[in-house]
């Protein structure tokens, strides 16, 4: 016997493969829509076919974009670049306000566990867009984990001969937290980028 008739158990199986939705939430989600309006259902399927249709990677940059060149890439000098993993970096970044540069999006990190090396991200690029000149400082901006770090190293190892500043994000413990709190690795982090008061 069918648990779900065939609709429902489509619009599930689609939904479970969403990162981080079990079968249970994608089970919730497909009753929701099937309990939606004809006008909610319609603008929710027209939310996505419109995502699908214009929204597309920037040719500079590689972030997201509705035209060929971002908003970022357009209206900012592009003297600073912060080098991200991926475009919700970049969104990360911006709720701060704090940046004005522009940006880089590698697609991913060098992990070779993974088969992943510097020709299957988007360093290239990032060394093209140096070579046209202009640019004082790029900012490495990847996940303080081993794959972000080994990407941020084997980056500014290319880019330190050709003159360029290369910083990277502080990392360490994170305001608020009480040192006994605060695991190893984050503590010790912490002593290495401390800075002068």
């Known amino acids: 016997m069918k648990v779900y008739i065939e609709p429902i158990g489509k619009l599930i199986n689609e939904f479970s493969k969403l990162p981080g939705v079990g079968a249970k939430t994608a089970q919730r989600f497909a009753y929701k ?19 699908k249709n214009n929204v597309h990677y ?27 993993k991926e475009p919700k970096d970049v969104v990360a970044i911006e709720k701060l306000n704090e940046f004005n540069g522009v940006y880089h999006v590698l697609h991913g990190t060098i992990s070779p566990l993974d088969g992943i090396g510097p020709n ?28 972000g770090e080994a990407t941020a190293m084997y980056i500014s190892n290319l880019l330190k001969p050709l003159g360029i500043k290369v910083t990277r994000l502080a990392h360490g413990i994170p305001i608020g937290t009480d040192l006994e709190y605060a695991d190893e690795v984050s503590l010790a982090r912490a002593f290495i980028d401390r800075k002068a008061l």
């Open 33 to 51: 829509v099937v309990n939606m309006n004809y006008d909610e259902a319609k603008a929710f399927a027209d939310a996505i076919i419109n995502v």
């Open 58 to 84: 920037c040719k500079i940059c590689g972030n997201f974009s509705e035209g060929d060149v971002c908003d970022v890439c357009k209206t900012r000098s592009s003297d600073t670049i912060c080098v991200v």
């Open 120 to 147: 299957d991200i988007n360093i290239k690029e990032l060394l093209n867009r140096i070579s046209q000149g202009g640019v004082n400082e790029v900012i490495m901006a990847t996940n303080p984990d081993v794959e």
